[in-house]
């Protein structure tokens, strides 16, 4: 299985921050990487998918970059929705697994 | 618009067996691939298995392999998702996704039903 490490587990930022949460995989997986955001007691909801293309309807703030084994998701100015837990998955090869998950809080 | 909706909580105890519906709408339901994910309090989340509404076939992560049947009906285009000989270990939210194709053999959950809460306890 493929293994995924997010990092940090958790951070603590301000509105207007700019923030950066990592994925490493455990072998290279091209760009068969999205990220996810889920609230407490919410569905999960995709922002980015195939590592860099914007889910409609995401605001532009969010943005991917990476391939092969590492990837990134980026926050550039934290509104207060964005309070919540980030989650990588790969879906290169079954089964298809998540990064252990990153909380943001409000700082 | 799409919409995934799930069945209600289930209170269940270990050895039973527990059966999850996903009932879709908006969309043609045989098109897109249906997939399990669960959740355990507090935890992350963890994918169970994909399911091919045309077909039927599907395929499970390893440690559900012999526990875990994923079905459909397409006369009310609805997915289902059983797992038997429940333990303590398999409380969680049951989630069900719909699996959007995208650049090539990627894949992405664009829609999630609302989860369902099992339960499993003497």
């Known amino acids: 299985d493929i293994q995924m490490t997010q990092s940090p587990s958790s951070l603590s930022a301000s509105v207007g921050d700019r923030v950066t949460i990592t994925c490493r995989a455990s072998q290279r997986i091209s760009t068969y990487l999205n990220w996810y955001q889920q609230k407490p007691r919410e569905a999960p909801k995709v922002l980015i998918y195939a590592a860099s293309s914007l889910q409609s309807g995401v605001p532009s703030r969010f943005s991917g970059t990476g391939s092969g084994t590492e990837f990134s998701l980026t926050i550039s100015s934290l509104q207060p929705e964005d309070f919540a837990t980030y989650y990588c998955?790969?879906?290169?090869?079954?089964?298809?697994?998540f990064g252990q998950g990153t909380k943001v809080e409000i700082k | 618009q799409v919409q995934l909706v799930q069945s209600g909580a289930e209170m269940k105890k270990p050895g039973a067996s527990v059966k999850v519906s996903c009932k879709t709408s908006g969309y043609t339901f045989t098109t897109f691939d249906i997939n399990w994910v669960r959740q355990a309090a507090g935890q992350g989340l963890e994918w169970m298995g994909w399911?091919?509404?045309?077909?039927?076939?599907?395929d499970f992560a390893q440690k559900f392999l012999g526990r875990v049947t994923m079905t459909r009906d397409t006369s009310i285009n609805t997915a289902y998702l059983e797992l038997s000989s429940l333990r303590s270990e398999d409380a969680a939210v049951y989630f069900c996704?719909?699996?959007?194709?995208?650049?090539?053999?990627?894949?992405?959950?664009?829609?999630w039903g609302q989860g369902t809460l099992v339960a499993v306890s003497s």
């Open positions: 998955q790969q879906t290169y090869s079954t089964p298809w697994t």
């Open positions: 399911m091919d509404p045309k077909s039927g076939n599907a």
């Open positions: 996704a719909r699996a959007l194709p995208a650049q090539g053999a990627n894949h992405y959950f664009d829609y």
